[in-house]
């Protein structure tokens, strides 16, 4: 190998290691920013009011209703569901696994992301836990107080 053939042969080598290094830099970057969408939201202590009147499926226990507030949960939507008389949950509809906004709940049971299958419970003593499908963390839940003397719901972001 001559002078001009070893400095051609470096070059390429030096190419094919940058090549590398960047395609690296953007899976990293790509995964992260996956991530983010799926991290639970900070809790700013930002409370909102849900009036049961207009929301008439948490009438019943059982009864869930899908709600979406700019302002809180980063414009994404969360599921309210009454778990007995007195008791409302609220959690987010955003999937831990990759941020994939999750369906409607099918029954009173369980909700599932279309995205990989990963199941959450709605149910009280288990609410936003991951049991089934893909396997990913729990889902963000929100405090929910109810206030039966005007029958209004305040939820803690
Ligand atoms: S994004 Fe929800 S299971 Fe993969």
Redesign the pocket.
């Known amino acids: 190998m001559n002078n001009n053939n070893i400095k051609r042969y470096e070059r390429r080598e030096f190419i094919k290691i940058l090549s590398i290094a960047a395609a690296s830099c953007a899976s990293t970057c790509l995964y992260a920013c996956s991530e983010s969408t ?1 991290s639970p939201v900070t809790l700013t202590g930002k409370k909102i009011e849900v009036r049961l009147e207009d929301n008439t499926t948490l009438l019943t226990v059982g009864g869930s209703v899908r709600k979406t507030f700019s302002e809180v949960n980063n414009g994404r939507p969360v599921l309210i569901v009454r778990t007995s008389e007195t008791s409302f949950r609220t959690m987010t509809m955003v ?6 906004t ?1 369906n409607n709940p099918s029954d009173n049971k369980k909700v599932i ?6 199941q959450f419970s709605i149910a009280d003593g288990n609410f936003g836990k991951n049991i089934g ?2 396997s ?1 963390a729990d889902l963000q839940t929100f405090e929910t107080t109810f206030n039966p003397t005007n029958n209004t719901l305040t939820i803690t972001f």
Do not use: L
Request: proline share 6%; charged share 0%; hydrophobic share 10%.
């Open positions: 799926s999937c831990t696994h990759q941020g994939t999750i992301c279309p995205n990989h299958g990963a499908g893909q990913t």
